[in-house]
């Protein structure tokens, strides 16, 4: 079996699920994270804990070599690690919004190109990029997340069309609301840079309306780890799987649905 993989941000949430359900289907993981003392209980299952900052060039080089000294080859690069860190377009200082395009897409794109010549000279590989349906639908205060989930979107589609006649596939996931720390963080800075001032009403209503999706009915990141897999056993996955269902629903209606309808109705909702 071509199994071997590196897994980003594994120490917790989707990464950590994933992590989890590979090793126990026999893939040869490696898990990186920057808090690699948060990787002990990967490590206990059988993971290879490797430190990976996605925003250190020495790091990411460093980790591919760990891989491929080791075992001689990587088969699977998920791509996972990532953050939001929300608040109004003209609250949030710009240092955080490239820092937010750093981990979330430049990262993960160097550590792409480290990663490509190896699955080239083998003839083989899959690349897994954890999107989000915020790259298709927007919403307020969370302006330079979605820009950076949008353009990882665009990033894919060209590269699946680039590396195909190499045997190289990509593979786009876009989570819906996953209970996962991910929460915590975007409201966290979302109260820190638009708790107060012209946009703290709006602040409010959002913080509110998170809070209930993703505390009470958002699903485990379990559900993403069982949709990686499956499109990891795939012989010819699709270029997107949407997890959970409801994901696949919102995505099916943002189609149909024109611009200012979809305005409307959010507009409606944090009313």
């Given at each position: 079996?071509?199994?071997?993989?590196?897994?980003?941000?594994?120490s917790?949430?989707?990464?950590k699920a994933?992590?989890?359900?590979?090793?126990?289907?026999g893939?040869?993981v490696?898990?990186?994270a920057?808090?690699v003392?948060?990787?002990?209980?990967l490590?206990y299952l059988?993971a290879r804990?490797t430190?990976l900052?996605?925003?250190?060039?020495g790091s990411?080089?460093k980790?591919v070599?760990?891989v491929?000294?080791s075992e001689?080859?990587l088969?699977?690069l998920i791509?996972?690690?990532?953050?939001?860190?929300?608040g109004a377009?003209e609250?949030?200082?710009m240092?955080?919004a490239?820092r937010?395009?750093d981990v979330?897409?430049?990262?993960?794109a160097?550590?792409t190109?480290l990663?490509?010549?190896?699955?080239?000279?083998?003839?083989?590989g899959?690349?897994i990029?954890?999107?989000s349906?915020?790259g298709?639908?927007?919403?307020?205060?969370?302006?330079?997340?979605?820009?950076?989930?949008?353009?990882?979107?665009a990033?894919s589609?060209a590269?699946?069309?680039e590396?195909?006649?190499?045997g190289?596939k990509?593979i786009?996931?876009?989570?819906?609301?996953?209970?996962t720390?991910?929460d915590?963080?975007?409201?966290v800075?979302?109260?820190?840079?638009s708790g107060s001032?012209?946009?703290?009403?709006?602040?409010d209503?959002?913080?509110?309306?998170f809070r209930a999706a993703?505390?009470?009915?958002a699903?485990?990141p379990e559900v993403?780890a069982?949709t990686?897999l499956?499109?990891?056993r795939?012989r010819?996955p699709?270029?997107?799987?949407?997890?959970?269902?409801q994901?696949k629903?919102?995505l099916f209606?943002k189609r149909?649905?024109?611009?200012?309808?979809?305005d409307?109705?959010?507009?409606?909702l944090?009313?």
């Amino acid at each position: 079996m071509n199994n071997v993989v590196l897994i980003t941000g594994a120490s917790s949430g989707i990464g950590k699920a994933t992590a989890k359900i590979l090793i126990a289907n026999g893939y040869k993981v490696y898990a990186g994270a920057r808090r690699v003392e948060k990787l002990k209980e990967l490590e206990y299952l059988g993971a290879r804990i490797t430190p990976l900052d996605v925003t250190d060039e020495g790091s990411l080089k460093k980790a591919v070599e760990t891989v491929v000294e080791s075992e001689g080859r990587l088969d699977i690069l998920i791509n996972n690690a990532g953050y939001g860190a929300n608040g109004a377009i003209e609250d949030v200082p710009m240092s955080e919004a490239r820092r937010q395009f750093d981990v979330n897409l430049f990262g993960l794109a160097r550590l792409t190109q480290l990663v490509l010549p190896v699955m080239r000279k083998q003839g083989s590989g899959k690349i897994i990029n954890i999107s989000s349906i915020a790259g298709k639908i927007n919403m307020p205060l969370g302006g330079w997340y979605h820009a950076t989930k949008h353009a990882l979107e665009a990033y894919s589609d060209a590269l699946r069309l680039e590396v195909y006649r190499f045997g190289i596939k990509v593979i786009l996931i876009e989570p819906g609301a996953i209970k996962t720390e991910w929460d915590t963080v975007a409201l966290v800075n979302l109260m820190k840079y638009s708790g107060s001032g012209p946009y703290a009403d709006l602040t409010d209503k959002l913080t509110n309306k998170f809070r209930a999706a993703y505390r009470k009915g958002a699903p485990g990141p379990e559900v993403v780890a069982k949709t990686i897999l499956k499109a990891l056993r795939s012989r010819w996955p699709a270029a997107r799987y949407a997890a959970p269902f409801q994901a696949k629903v919102m995505l099916f209606l943002k189609r149909l649905t024109p611009d200012c309808v979809l305005d409307a109705a959010i507009k409606f909702l944090l009313k």
